[in-house]
């Protein structure tokens, strides 16, 4: 009786020792599955840093192309109010050289286009293309002589050129 409890005995220590060892290897596989899940989980977080990472740097790239837009944006109506101002001489001046072009009556040429107005500020064809008008010499003299002789207003010939404006410079006569 004494073999068969010995064998009983040892049978159930056999199987304890299967039932143990089988525990054992679920216990491994739980914790690799764990140190797995563990893993991925942490590269999810990272990969989630770097998600937020990259969503604050494009914010701020957000933030500074308005900053730059809204810059540009101000550049831009500087510029239209120079254009403005600019627009408003170039009108102040025409209106200055009709006057002077009346007080000077009929000895006054008419002015022509420069060859800007003509063919664009970018052109590379050139004003002396055109026809010079036949006599002008002779006739910014004589207008010189008649102003000169009249008043303190003279022409200069080198503005009595085709396609350029006619232009008065005024000297300043001292009596002594």
Do not use: F, W
């Not at 563990?38 to 740097?57: G, I, P, T, V």
């Not at 933030?63 to 109506?77: G, H, Q, R, V, Y």
């Amino acid at each position: 009786m004494n073999n068969q409890l010995e064998s009983g005995r040892q049978r159930i220590e056999q199987l304890m020792d299967e039932k143990l060892k089988e525990r054992n290897l679920i216990i491994v596989e739980q914790e690799n599955k764990i140190n797995a899940l563990r893993h991925d989980e942490s590269e999810l977080k990272s990969k989630c840093k770097c998600y937020e990472k990259s969503e604050a740097e494009l914010k701020q790239q957000k933030e500074e192309a308005a900053k730059e837009a809204s810059k540009l944006k101000e550049e831009i109506d500087d510029l239209k109010k120079q254009v403005e101002a600019k627009e408003k001489l170039v009108s102040y001046l025409n209106l200055q050289m009709g006057e002077l072009r009346n007080r000077m009556g009929a000895y006054a040429l008419p002015v022509q286009p420069s060859s800007t107005q003509i063919y664009g500020s970018n052109s590379l064809q050139k004003a002396s293309s055109h026809r010079p008008i036949l006599g002008l010499e002779t006739q910014g003299s004589e207008i010189n002589r008649r102003v000169s002789s009249s008043s303190n207003v003279k022409l200069d010939p080198k503005y009595l050129e085709p396609n350029v404006p006619c232009v008065a410079a005024v000297e300043t006569k001292t009596h002594t």
